[in-house]
């Protein structure tokens, strides 16, 4: 259980950073282009 709970935070830590990556490339890339 414990370790699932450490797993699952993980994965959330993941999916931040994943928006947060989505977010700064389309961030330059409107920058870039508009």
Same mark, same amino acid.
């Given at each position: @259980? @414990?370790?699932? &709970? ?18 700064? &490339?389309?961030? @330059? ?6």
């Amino acid at each position: @259980r @414990r370790l699932l &709970i450490r797993w699952e935070k993980k994965v959330e830590n993941y999916l931040a950073l994943l928006h947060f990556a989505c977010a700064w &490339i389309t961030f @330059r890339a409107s920058g870039l282009f508009g």
